[in-house]
């Protein structure tokens, strides 16, 4: 088992992309904190993961709040005494037809660059006490690149996703923290897309990928899973 014993924190999964990371981390031998601000869906994942025999536990978790982070570390510390891992995947969608919209672009710096920004800040000291760990950032590719579907708020954060964690992982590396980011490219909508969910809009998107299809959440939580794992303990 890839993660025998090590524990969790998995933001965003309640679904999607987080609640695959969090079942298959579980499947590989973690202890999962599943932090998400939808309890019925999260803990819905939990009973998933418990029912199979795995370990998992539920911690309702606003990211833009520091308080939050603080009360999920207290919680994640009482139930198992160490964090090894942190997933920063919760996130909020850029694909709205309102370009221009400022509070798309403060909700975008608050959600999907500020609360990963809080996640590290909050797991580092019991990583440091544990001897290290390994944080994992979901970016983009909307961070390396932009899009004439997608507000300009959302690459901007992403991108500050991709240079956040790159100043991370040199910050971190004399405590033994390992931080990468992974950078998904077409995936499927999430619950808060607009234009993407649009079929011409998606028909012109996967024609872009060179495998003419959308990735699939799966394929995206086995990045993690590596990344994660003593596998990836030169990688930062």
């Known amino acids: 088992m890839r993660l025998k014993d090590k524990v969790a924190i998995v933001t965003g999964a309640a679904s999607g992309l987080g609640a695959s990371t969090a079942k298959i981390f579980a499947k590989e031998g ?15 994942v939990v009973s998933e993961i418990t029912s199979s025999g795995d370990t998992a536990t ?29 997933v920063n995947n919760a996130g909020v969608s850029g694909a709205t037809p309102d370009l221009m919209n400022i509070d798309v672009w403060d909700q975008q710096m608050e959600v999907n660059a500020r609360g990963v920004f809080l996640g590290m800040r909050a797991v580092v000291p019991a ?3 544990a001897g290290g760990g390994s944080i994992i950032n979901t970016s983009s590719m909307s961070g390396f690149v932009g899009q004439d579907y997608v507000h300009m708020g959302y690459n901007a954060a992403k991108g500050a996703v991709r240079l956040a964690t790159k100043a991370a992982a040199v910050q971190f590396a004399p405590y033994n923290i390992r931080v990468n980011s992974v950078h998904p490219g077409v995936m499927p909508p999430m619950r808060s897309s607009q234009t993407t969910s649009d079929p011409q809009v998606r028909k012109r998107m996967i024609a872009a990928v060179p495998l ?24 930062t």
């Open 30 to 44: 973690a202890k999962v904190v599943v932090a998400d601000l939808l309890p019925t869906e999260g803990k819905a």
């Open 212 to 235: 003419g299809r959308e990735g699939r959440v799966q394929e995206v939580a086995f990045a993690n899973l590596f990344l994660a794992s003593d596998e990836a303990a030169y990688i």
């Open 58 to 86: 539920f911690c309702e978790l606003n990211v833009k709040d520091p308080s939050g982070w603080d009360q999920v570390v207290r919680n994640t510390l009482a139930a198992y005494e160490k964090i090894d891992v942190l």
């Open 127 to 129: 990583m440091r006490d």
